[in-house]
C-alpha cells in the first residue's frame, strides 16, 4: 500500500459535459481517506503539472465545488499533450516538491497513456506513486469497458437534436429540403449513431447516418438522398466529421493536428452538402453544432453524470486500497439493457 | 362584423419552437366563437392554399394538439413564397370552396404582406373575407412591435450556447484558442446580441459580437481578437452569418436566394476563422448550430411560448370582433423591463 501523501489530479483531451463530475467525486472520495492529506489540481492536465501550476482543491469550498460538480467543461483546464522523455525530470521534480503520491489523471486513451508512462517513469525513479486513469470522452471509443462517462451526454444531445431538426426539416421541406447534422467523433461512428435513439418508427428521421467505420462515396451519398427525398419529400442526414470516401480519403479538409497528433478535419458535412446540391438540385442546411455537443449541460443524462462521479470515486478508493497504474472501467451485468 | 363561416390558418417562413403555441391559440379561441363554423390549416402555408391542400383541424383530438403546441416547428408545414398576380385566382377558389371567412397567417414580415395581398385581392373581388397576420420570427425584426414571439426561445438558445461554449474554450485554450459561434439572422443583430445574456461581468465570454448593423473590416477583426487573447488567453466570439466587411460585402458566400428573393450566405465564421488562424496563428473552431437555434424544443422560454400563445388568441377574438387586415403587436408597458 502506498503510504500517505498529497493527491494531485488533472483533466485532459477535449471537455465533456459531466468530466467535472468525476472531479468532484475524486475530491468528496479522497476527503475520506487519512492517507490523503492533500488534494491538489493541476491547472490544464500535463501543461500545467510541467510548469508547477498546481492549486489546492482542499481550500474549496464544498458546497461550491458541488456546483462546479454540476457545470460543463473542465473546470481545472485541459490541454493535448503528449508525454515525452522531456518530461520526465520536471514532472518528477513537482510531484516530489508537493509530496504527491496518488496521482490521477480523468481523460481518454491518451491521457490514460500519459497516467501510465508517469507510473514508469516514476517507478524506474524510486519515486512512490500510484498512478490512475479515470475514463472520459465522447467518443465512446475507450478499450476495456463498455461504455465511457461523457458519452451518455454527448449522446443525448445529438440525439435531441436530431429529433429537433426533423421536425425543422419536414416543415421547410418546400423550401430547404436536406438538413446534415455533423457530428463529432475521431474514428467511432457512435455518437453519429446515437442520433436516432428518439426515432419511434424506421420511417422517422434521421433516414441516413454516415459513420467513420464505413466509408462513402459521392454516387453512394447521392443514391441515397435521392431514394430518401422521393419517399419523404425531405432528407435528414447525420454524418460524423471524419467520414472517408471509398478511397479512404477524408472527405473534409485537414487543419492541422489536435496536439495528439491525430489530424483535425473541417468541412466535411459542407462538402457532402455542396455534392449533394450539385447532384440532385436541393437546398442543403449543414448544422455544426460543434463543441455545444460536448458542453451543453442542459443536456446532461442523469445515468452519465452519476456513474462520472462513480469513476471518480472509485479510483480514489481503489488506489488507496494499493491499486495502481490501471483505469477505471464501467462492465455492463450480463442480461441488462 | 364578418358573417359566419371557417376559419383558415397557415404558418409561413423559418419555423420556430413556439410557432404551434400560436397554432394552438387560435385553434383553442376559435372553437369559443359560434361565428366560425370550421377551424382549417393550408399545408405548408400558401404553397398548400394554392393547391387546395386543407387540413380539418377540429377534428383533431384537443389533447393531442396541446402535445403540438409543446412541439417545436411548423406542425402544418411552412413555405417561402411570395404572394403574385397569378395567385389570385387560385386563391379565391379555394377560400369559396371551403367557405373561408377568417384568414390567419402566422409568420413574418413576408408572409404579413400575403395576408395583406389576400385581403385587398378580397375586397377587390367583393368576397367577405378577414385576413389576420400573427407574428413570428427569432430575428425580433418586425415592424411596430416590442419584440415578436420565437426570439425569446432562439435568444435562450444562443445566451445557453454560449455560456455552454464559455466554458469549453476556456478549458481547453492551450489547444484551441477561439471559438466563433455564428448565429442566425437577416439584418438584424437582436439574436446575437442576446448571446451576452449569461454573462455575469463584462469580462465574461463572449468577448466579441459581431452584428450585420456593423461591418467589421478583417484588420479590425485581427485586432480585436489580438487584444482579447492577450487579455484572457482565449477568445469567444459570436458572429451573425450575414455579417459584412468595410466594403458592404458580405463576409459569407451566397448560395442563392431562399425563396422570397433573400440572399442565403453560408461560410461568415468559417472565413472569419481563416482570416485569424491565418494572421495569428490560432487555433479557431467554428460552432454553426443553424436551424437548431429555431428548433430547440428544451430551450423554449416560458414566457415566449405564453406570448406566441397569446397573439394566436387575440387574433381570432380581434376579428371575430371586426378587425382586419392587422397583425397582432405585442408592446411594453412603459417603465416594465
Known amino acids: 500500500m502506498t503510504r500517505s501523501g498529497n493527491l494531485l489530479v488533472g483533466q485532459g483531451g477535449g471537455p465533456t459535459a459531466v468530466i467535472n463530475a468525476s472531479l468532484l467525486g475524486i475530491v468528496e472520495e479522497a476527503r475520506q481517506h487519512r492517507q490523503i492529506e492533500r488534494i491538489l489540481g493541476m491547472r490544464y492536465g500535463l501543461v500545467g503539472l510541467l510548469k508547477g501550476d498546481i492549486v489546492d482543491l482542499g481550500l474549496e469550498d464544498p458546497q461550491r465545488l458541488r456546483l462546479v460538480g454540476r457545470s460543463p467543461a473542465a473546470a481545472l483546464g485541459t490541454c493535448r499533450r503528449r508525454f515525452t522523455p522531456h518530461d520526465a525530470t520536471p514532472t518528477?521534480?513537482?510531484?516530489?516538491?508537493?509530496?504527491?503520491?496518488?496521482?490521477?489523471?480523468?481523460?481518454?486513451?491518451?491521457?490514460?497513456?500519459?497516467?501510465?508512462?508517469?507510473?514508469?517513469?516514476?517507478?524506474?525513479?524510486?519515486?512512490?506513486?500510484?498512478?490512475?486513469?479515470?475514463?472520459?470522452?465522447?467518443?465512446?471509443?475507450?478499450?476495456?469497458?463498455?461504455?465511457?462517462?461523457?458519452?451518455?451526454?454527448?449522446?443525448?444531445?445529438?440525439?435531441?437534436?436530431?429529433?429537433?431538426?426533423?421536425?425543422?426539416?419536414?416543415?421547410?421541406?418546400?423550401?430547404?429540403?436536406?438538413?446534415?447534422?455533423?457530428?463529432?467523433?475521431?474514428?467511432?461512428?457512435?455518437?453519429?449513431?446515437?442520433?436516432?435513439?428518439?426515432?419511434?418508427?424506421?420511417?422517422?428521421?434521421?433516414?441516413?447516418?454516415?459513420?467513420?467505420?464505413?466509408?462513402?462515396?459521392?454516387?453512394?451519398?447521392?443514391?441515397?438522398?435521392?431514394?430518401?427525398?422521393?419517399?419523404?419529400?425531405?432528407?435528414?442526414?447525420?454524418?460524423?466529421?471524419?467520414?472517408?470516401?471509398?478511397?479512404?480519403?477524408?472527405?473534409?479538409?485537414?487543419?492541422?493536428?489536435?496536439?495528439?497528433?491525430?489530424?483535425?478535419?473541417?468541412?466535411?458535412?459542407?462538402?457532402?452538402?455542396?455534392?449533394?446540391?450539385d447532384s440532385l438540385g436541393l437546398k442543403v442546411r449543414v448544422n455544426k453544432p460543434g463543441s455545444l455537443q460536448r458542453s451543453a449541460g442542459e443536456c446532461v443524462s442523469p445515468v452519465d453524470w452519476d456513474e462520472a462521479y462513480l469513476v471518480g470515486k472509485v479510483a480514489v478508493s481503489r488506489a488507496v486500497d494499493g491499486a495502481r497504474d490501471m483505469m477505471v472501467t464501467l462492465l455492463r451485468k450480463p442480461g441488462t439493457a
Open 92 to 277: 518528477l521534480a513537482v510531484l516530489a516538491a508537493h509530496n504527491v503520491r496518488f496521482f490521477l489523471y480523468i481523460g481518454g486513451n491518451d491521457s490514460a497513456d500519459t497516467a501510465h508512462q508517469i507510473q514508469a517513469l516514476a517507478d524506474q525513479s524510486g519515486y512512490d506513486l500510484t498512478c490512475m486513469g479515470v475514463p472520459k470522452t465522447i467518443d465512446n471509443d475507450l478499450a476495456h469497458m463498455d461504455h465511457t462517462p461523457g458519452y451518455g451526454s454527448a449522446a443525448r444531445y445529438i440525439a435531441t437534436a436530431a429529433l429537433n431538426i426533423s421536425y425543422d426539416t419536414a416543415a421547410i421541406a418546400t423550401t430547404d429540403q436536406v438538413t446534415i447534422l455533423e457530428v463529432m467523433g475521431r474514428n467511432a461512428g457512435w455518437l453519429a449513431a446515437a442520433s436516432i435513439l428518439a426515432r419511434t418508427s424506421s420511417d422517422d428521421a434521421p433516414h441516413l447516418v454516415y459513420v467513420p467505420e464505413r466509408p462513402v462515396s459521392a454516387d453512394c451519398l447521392v443514391r441515397q438522398v435521392k431514394q430518401v427525398v422521393a419517399r419523404h419529400g425531405h432528407a435528414v442526414i447525420v454524418a460524423t466529421e471524419t467520414i472517408r470516401d471509398e478511397n479512404g480519403k477524408p472527405w473534409a479538409r485537414s487543419t492541422g493536428d489536435d496536439g495528439f497528433g491525430h489530424a483535425r478535419l473541417v468541412g466535411a458535412a459542407e462538402r457532402m452538402g455542396d455534392v449533394i446540391s
